[in-house]
């Protein structure tokens, strides 16, 4: 039923399969799991990453562990939580299709910064866009600094679900981030593209323009997408 996985597979990665396994119906709503021992041998790990993938299905609310009886698929169907599979995360391919999610949710987060944005806001920006520069000109790649002038950005909106939505994708963003950056890192002129794309967003923010800030941002992520293609890297 299940695929075998190396045992230092995270316990991410048996949430996944067993989570696939309960949309395909191979649980039935209310009924019970094998034991932990079982799916150890199953997919080939150990009892503590099997246990560490029902917790995290039980925080999800799609299991339910009964003290002394075992653990039980959830009676009812719980909201479930967005998942993006971090390993894939940084496979080129899917780089770019993280840089195409980006695309549609940070135009419109800049196109609404520059809207609602306050001086103190406008400061933040500045500053994580500075912390960039200082990145680079210390021989870093900048990608904890590259995510939070995105946040910076999100957080001038003053809508907190713009912000929650870019703070779960955080972890996904720094592992794009980081082959667009690295990659960006080895040619001079792909470095100073980033830098004036960073600064038009923000001067189209500054100046409280939605359109300029909203194809500011699309730009920026169009021409990441063009630069790991003539890159080969995708």
């Not at 230092?8 to 395909?24: E, F, G, P």
């Not at 079982?38 to 003290?67: C, H, Y």
């Not at 894939?88 to 980006?102: C, K, M, N, T, Y």
Request: proline residues 3%.
């Amino acid at each position: 039923m299940f695929n075998k996985i190396p045992a230092r597979a995270l316990s991410d990665t048996v949430a996944q399969q067993l989570l696939k396994q309960i949309d395909k119906g191979a649980f039935p709503r209310g009924g019970k799991l094998p034991t932990e021992a079982v799916l150890a041998q199953q997919f080939g790990v150990s009892r503590t990453v099997i246990r560490e993938a029902i917790s995290r299905l039980k925080n999800e609310g799609v299991v339910e562990p009964r003290q002394g009886s075992g653990v039980f698929i959830a009676a009812h169907g719980a909201v479930r939580p967005l998942r993006i599979d971090y390993a894939e995360a940084v496979e080129p391919g899917s780089v770019v299709q993280i840089l195409a999610l980006r695309r549609a949710i940070e135009a419109e987060v800049a196109s609404e910064a520059a809207m609602r944005r306050s001086d103190a806001d406008m400061m933040a920006i500045d500053s994580a866009l500075a912390k960039i520069d200082q990145a680079v000109a210390e021989g870093e790649e900048g990608v904890a600094e590259d995510v939070a002038f995105h946040r910076a950005i999100a957080a001038a909106t003053g809508n907190p679900y713009f912000l929650k939505t870019l703070t779960f994708l955080n972890q996904y963003l720094e592992a794009g981030t980081f082959v667009t950056r690295r990659n960006e890192a080895l040619r001079e002129d792909f470095s100073r593209q980033v830098r004036e794309e960073h600064a038009a967003i923000a001067a189209a923010i500054r100046a409280g323009d939605p359109m300029a800030a909203r194809n500011a941002a699309r730009t920026h992520m169009y021409n990441a997408a063009r630069r790991l293609a003539e890159a080969g890297i995708c």
